[in-house]
């Protein structure tokens, strides 16, 4: 089931895009994954979806939930359903965690705001959805300061407080950055188990092979703009757009990690290449791709495979 419907997000700062156009949907029980090198307007996206925005910034388009557009929502009706219908798994525990309230008060408060609940109930609810994030002893380390955790540990209850609302969505923004690989696959884990519960969630990442891993549907990003989608093994499989063959060839194949993906780094807002972004960068690259921005096409031979680039790259 469809719950969230993002159309023509555009996020600009000063006249000129970091979010250009985008377009993308969730359903419930599934994981999408946005993907893309740093700047390319990831964050922007998901904190547009959370009514969160830097106040310079101009936004358009519309983030249909519930048949409501979030956009254009007062700030009021925006906070209530921040954190309770649709909440965020950031990518940095440790600032994200108060360190003057305990575990417990900070997932608890969670309930008492959007839900009315009692100290005590929301405390016992705030131990369940602890344990469900695999802390031992949840009981007892609901009265832990956050420094008492380990990063591993916060990151869970961060991903507890996100949850314990119950929210239809989850957008995890970079969520195990911080992490060791150990604690990373047992951060998917968790992540697997909320869409088989039948969680949507958006994945932001720069790491490929979690998308790998996790993730249902794909959304490449660059510069601002989608420039391919597809269910995950047909990005594997069948990739498209140069970028993405490009990110897919610098994955080394024995390893967990990306590395930096492709010749060059993506240009600044300030600086975005005529025609095609990608251009600079792109080994296909020919005359039009200068003069020219290509649109999203539909790939022929699968089904939902869009790609934007004037050429359609045979694999
Ligand atoms: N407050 C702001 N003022 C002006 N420009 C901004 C602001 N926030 C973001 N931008 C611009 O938007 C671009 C996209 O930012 P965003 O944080 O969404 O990138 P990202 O894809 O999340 O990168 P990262 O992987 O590093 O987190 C930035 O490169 C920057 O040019
Ligand atoms: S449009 Fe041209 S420059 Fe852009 S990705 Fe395709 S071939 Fe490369
Ligand atoms: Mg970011």
């Given at each position: 089931?469809?719950?969230?419907?993002?159309?023509?997000?555009t996020?600009?700062?000063?006249?000129?895009?970091?979010?250009?156009?985008?377009?993308?949907?969730?359903?419930?029980?599934?994981?999408v994954?946005?993907?893309?090198?740093?700047?390319?307007?990831?964050?922007?996206?998901?904190?547009s979806?959370l009514g969160?925005?830097?106040?310079?910034?101009?936004l358009?388009?519309k983030?249909?939930?519930k048949?409501t557009?979030?956009?254009?929502?007062d700030?009021e009706?925006?906070?209530?359903?921040?954190?309770?219908k649709?909440?965020?798994?950031?990518?940095?525990p440790?600032?994200?965690?108060?360190?003057?309230?305990?575990?417990?008060?900070?997932?608890s408060?969670?309930?008492?705001?959007?839900?009315?609940?009692t100290?005590?109930?929301?405390?016992?609810?705030?131990?369940?959805?602890?344990?469900?994030?695999?802390?031992?002893?949840?009981?007892?380390?609901?009265?832990?300061?956050?420094?008492?955790?380990?990063g591993?540990?916060?990151q869970?209850?961060?991903?507890?407080?996100?949850?314990?609302a119950?929210?239809?969505?989850?957008i995890?923004?970079?969520p195990?950055?911080?992490?060791?690989?150990?604690?990373?696959?047992?951060i998917?884990?968790?992540?697997?188990?909320?869409k088989n519960k039948?969680?949507?969630i958006?994945?932001?990442?720069?790491?490929?092979?979690q998308?790998?891993?996790?993730?249902?549907?794909v959304?490449?990003?660059?510069?601002?703009?989608?420039?391919?989608?597809?269910?995950?093994?047909?990005?594997?499989l069948?990739?498209?757009?140069?970028?993405?063959i490009?990110?897919l060839?610098?994955?080394?194949s024995?390893?967990?990690?990306?590395?930096?993906?492709i010749l060059?780094?993506?240009?600044?807002?300030d600086?975005?290449?005529?025609g095609c972004?990608?251009?600079?960068r792109?080994?296909?690259?020919?005359d039009?791709?200068?003069?020219?921005?290509?649109?999203?096409?539909?790939?022929k031979?699968?089904?939902?495979?869009?790609?934007?680039?004037?050429?359609?790259?045979?694999?």
């Amino acid at each position: 089931m469809k719950v969230l419907e993002v159309h023509n997000l555009t996020v600009s700062f000063d006249g000129k895009a970091a979010v250009d156009n985008v377009s993308f949907d969730l359903n419930s029980g599934e994981i999408v994954g946005l993907v893309g090198e740093s700047g390319c307007g990831k964050s922007l996206t998901a904190f547009s979806i959370l009514g969160i925005s830097p106040p310079s910034s101009i936004l358009s388009g519309k983030i249909i939930y519930k048949d409501t557009d979030l956009l254009s929502m007062d700030d009021e009706s925006k906070r209530k359903i921040r954190g309770n219908k649709i909440s965020l798994i950031p990518q940095d525990p440790l600032s994200a965690l108060n360190p003057v309230y305990t575990i417990g008060e900070q997932i608890s408060e969670v309930l008492e705001v959007h839900k009315n609940a009692t100290h005590q109930q929301a405390l016992l609810e705030s131990e369940k959805v602890l344990e469900s994030v695999n802390i031992p002893n949840p009981k007892q380390r609901l009265k832990d300061y956050p420094h008492q955790f380990s990063g591993g540990m916060k990151q869970r209850a961060l991903i507890a407080m996100a949850l314990v609302a119950e929210p239809d969505i989850l957008i995890a923004d970079e969520p195990t950055t911080a992490l060791d690989v150990t604690i990373q696959l047992q951060i998917l884990e968790i992540m697997k188990g909320l869409k088989n519960k039948g969680k949507a969630i958006l994945l932001i990442t720069h790491d490929l092979a979690q998308v790998a891993e996790v993730c249902d549907r794909v959304f490449v990003m660059y510069m601002g703009k989608i420039v391919e989608s597809a269910p995950t093994r047909e990005i594997f499989l069948n990739p498209k757009h140069p970028y993405t063959i490009g990110l897919l060839n610098s994955l080394p194949s024995d390893s967990k990690k990306s590395l930096s993906p492709i010749l060059g780094q993506p240009p600044s807002i300030d600086s975005i290449p005529q025609g095609c972004a990608f251009n600079p960068r792109c080994p296909f690259v020919f005359d039009k791709c200068k003069k020219e921005v290509p649109e999203l096409y539909d790939v022929k031979s699968s089904n939902d495979h869009k790609s934007r680039c004037f050429l359609e790259i045979k694999n």
